[in-house]
């Protein structure tokens, strides 16, 4: 960023942070999947001093492009947009930010991660965005979940008691009861004409 390769610059902003005992902004990582966020916390916890900065007199100087450079960083800044846009990523990247932060402990059962989608669904139907964004968070959510699913997520989710497969997809869930059912079928002495008596049995109860 601007701030962080101009030496004059960084070191303006460091001590004015410092001065108000706040941190020094955070710049994201490709290795680092929550920097995102962090980074947006903290250029606007830092946002009244970056304003300071671009807006005194001398701001923008230089040759051409150091100026061009300047002035696009003043635009962006003090721009109307600024601080709401800010707020807007920063509303759609929290919720992500909470469950990348929660799945970094190892103990972690795998029926959180259904159970995460599922709130970041509610998350991105609450958000304040117009509705074309709104459409397309949620199906990054869904295509995510697709790429990942795995039979073990949707056991868990059923299996756990905390969330015995709450809301969960009807047709998923009655597929995974099914095969859990199945499951003693498996099982060493297995016979099939147990379970049909059984299953009479039950049936004949039921009437």
Known sequence: SFFSNTHIFKEKLANKLQSEGKKNLVSISPTRW?????????????????????????????????????????????????IPLMNEAMEILKPIYLWLKSFQDDNVAISCVYHAFLE???????????????????????????????????????????????EMDLTLRINIEEFLFGLHKFEPGYNQGSENNTQYNVEKIAE
Do not use: W
């Not at 830092?46 to 100026?67: C, D, P, Q, R, Y």
């Not at 002035?71 to 109307?80: A, E, K, M, Q, Y």
């Open 34 to 82: 929550d920097s995102a966020f962090l980074m947006l916390e903290s250029i606007m916890d830092a946002e009244s001093i970056l304003h300071s900065i671009v807006t005194e007199m001398n701001f923008i100087s230089g040759n051409s492009i150091e100026k061009l450079i300047k002035t696009s960083v003043f635009n962006t800044i003090t721009g109307l947009n600024f």
């Open 120 to 166: 970041l669904q509610k998350s991105f139907q609450k958000i304040n965005c117009n509705k074309q964004k709104k459409s397309y968070l949620l199906k990054l959510v869904k295509d995510r979940f697709d790429f990942i699913y795995g039979e073990a997520h949707g056991l868990g989710y059923i299996l756990d008691p905390r969330y015995l497969g709450d």
